[in-house]
């Protein structure tokens, strides 16, 4: 699977407050000396190490684009502190700004979780008063400090949510490409302060958020190939992230740098024998306005292989080994045409892949 899969689309289609982004199409009245859209970004070292706002600038202009930024950024700065200072008022009164990005960090605890969203309700109210939409950007923990990582995911979720904000899910992305290459070039030097590479992603992301610029998904294709890697445990298999694979094409022209994987949602395999589990999802992806939903159902063994029969000779209750998981595996006749292949890592990882179907009206 591609690393570059985790700075593709990331909540642009699991994050509803995403559906507030202003399109491209959707430029603001004030559109002055051909400039599309204002930015201002409050926040730290986070913000201005390499530049942030440059390269976002840059980013939308090779989306076509135009932005002007401005940055008010100090370092160890957290929103309370510019607010205190009273600049960043002034500059959202002008009402020269469509969008006000702000950015603490890291914010895994409680204190940081307050200021993020007491902090941010003032910055919201301010805003939504004068013309300009709230964003967050999300950030990570230092590397010594990784055991935090969700937290901080967490708390810019929650802070995000309670005051109708749009979300840049930059931690996030990271965490996701951290956790599946154990690359961290993310990180500069001190493990902690974003090299050029890191805020580059950094800079994907906010774009994305902002303009919605990721790759559209059809419905010319009506077939649909769900990846993930699973977590076993026990009798199960626990999927966290599934990801939907769109824009390859068949023979000569073929080019993996045309493939998207676009998250997709969970699931998760629970086996009730040696041949038999439950299959349960959640989606909250959308194609063409319908939902994939939620659900699940029971699956069989398609083919017999040696993993199974030695389940059977072990008794299913009794059997430590998770071999027989492997395989492959569909939901029956009432199912016949779409399955599951289940391909184990190791005794913790699995491979599962679910070939099946685009929704439609009448899923």
């Known amino acids: 699977m591609k690393n570059i899969i985790w700075l593709i689309t990331l909540l642009l289609f699991t994050n509803p407050s995403l559906s507030t982004a ?53 370092p160890n700065y957290a929103i309370v502190d510019h607010w205190a200072d009273g600049n960043v008022q002034n500059l959202i009164k002008s009402k020269q700004y469509d969008y006000v990005i702000i950015q603490q960090g890291p914010s895994s605890q409680a204190n940081g979780y307050h200021m993020l969203v007491n902090g941010g309700q003032q910055y919201k109210e301010l805003c939504e008063a004068y013309g300009a939409e709230l964003v967050y950007f999300m950030v990570w923990p230092a590397k010594r400090h990784y055991f935090t990582f969700d937290g901080v995911i967490a708390n810019y979720t929650a802070a995000a949510e309670a005051n109708h904000a749009l979300l840049a899910p930059v931690g996030k992305v990271w965490k996701a490409h951290f956790d599946t290459t154990h690359d961290y070039s993310y ?161 913790q990882k699995a491979i599962v892949t679910w070939f099946t179907y685009l929704p439609t009206p009448n899923r």
């Open 187 to 347: 990180y500069g030097p001190d493990q902690f302060h974003p090299s050029l590479k890191g805020s580059q992603v950094a800079a994907d992301v906010i774009t994305e958020t902002l303009f919605n610029t990721g790759p559209e998904v059809t419905s010319d294709i009506q077939q649909a190939w769900l990846v993930g890697i699973g977590n076993i445990l026990e009798n199960s298999i626990d999927v966290p992230e599934v990801y939907l694979t769109r824009g390859g094409v068949f023979g000569e022209n073929f080019d993996p740098e045309n493939i998207n994987n676009i998250p997709w949602g969970n699931l998760k395999i629970e086996f009730t024998s040696c041949h038999q589990a439950d299959m349960n999802y959640e989606s909250s992806l959308s194609i063409d306005a319908f939902e994939f939903g939620s659900g699940g159902y029971p699956i069989q063994r398609l083919a017999m292989n040696r993993a199974a029969r030695d389940c059977d000779d072990n008794n299913f209750n009794n059997i430590e080994d998770k071999s027989f998981f492997s395989g492959t595996f569909y939901g029956g006749d009432s199912r016949d045409g779409e399955g599951f292949n289940i391909d184990l890592l190791d005794d």
């Open 22 to 74: 202003k399109s491209v199409n959707d430029k603001t009245e004030n559109n002055k000396e051909g400039v599309d859209y204002r930015i201002l970004f409050v926040g730290n070292s986070l913000t201005y190490t390499n530049n942030l706002p440059a390269l976002v600038k840059n980013k939308a202009s090779a989306e076509g684009i135009t932005i002007e930024t401005k940055m008010l950024a100090k």
